[in-house]
């Protein structure tokens, strides 16, 4: 009947939106940002202070595409230069960058990776767009402002890669799901060891380092924290 018709397009419709809801929060679709705006760590700091309260977790990524590239899923990208790019008005805006982690949470990513590959984390293809040094040491500063003005530690449960929350969440390296996620599974440790460790040991030792020196002798990160 006509009826029916109309309840199975109806229902069709439904299960569409909620497909497109489903890969939209496992971070399958992505939106390039036109025209990024482009901010310092006295701005991010600005930005941060009025989520003070309202953030408890930081998710770091790669965004997996060109280095020119930046995505409107995380709040933060960084430019192969260390470039930050902010894509919010404000830290409490919902991104969808982290599976059922993006609540009350900040998602950061280098732009890289284009092309990336793992058979195991220490043997890692990084592309023809890896990570920069320049990212890597960006995003551990970006960390040491954002913890330091929201009154968060730097620890595994705080300062999260995507890698390891896959790993919590049961879609991390090895899972088998289609939708495995590995974002700085291992980054080089440089200038210290070099060779590829875990990538979210090497981002939240830089960030405890550079946090050290806020308020002390950084200029630029003391300036931008208070």
């Not at 991010?44 to 408890?56: H, M, P, W």
């Not at 050290?212 to 208070?226: E, H, N, S, W």
Request: hydrophobic share 40%.
């Amino acid at each position: 009947t006509c009826g029916e018709k109309i309840f199975k397009k109806f229902l069709a419709m439904v299960n569409f939106l909620a497909f497109m809801a489903f890969i939209w929060l496992r971070g399958v679709v992505k939106v390039i940002v036109v025209n990024p705006v482009q901010i310092d760590y006295k701005k991010l700091a600005e930005v941060a202070k009025r989520s003070r309260g309202k953030i408890n977790r930081i998710y770091l990524h790669w965004t997996a595409g060109h280095y020119d590239d930046v995505y409107d899923d995380y709040h933060i990208n960084i430019g192969a230069g260390g470039e930050l790019y902010l894509t919010c008005e404000d830290f409490t805006e919902l991104k969808a960058h982290t599976w059922r982690r993006n609540t009350g949470s900040i998602g950061i990513a280098m732009c890289c990776a284009a092309g990336a590959s793992a058979i195991r984390g220490s043997e890692t293809d990084f592309g023809k767009e890896p990570p920069t040094q320049q990212q890597i040491e960006a995003m551990a500063k970006t960390v040491a402002v954002l913890t330091y003005v929201l009154g968060l530690e730097i620890k595994l449960l705080t300062v999260t890669t995507h890698c390891e929350a896959a790993l919590f969440d049961g879609y991390g390296p090895h899972s088998g799901d289609p939708d495995t996620r590995w974002d700085l599974w291992y980054l080089p440790d440089r200038p210290l060891y070099g060779g590829l460790v875990p990538g979210g040991n090497v981002i939240r030792g830089k960030a405890l380092w550079y946090r050290q020196f806020i308020g002390r002798r950084d200029y630029v990160l003391t300036q931008a924290a208070k």
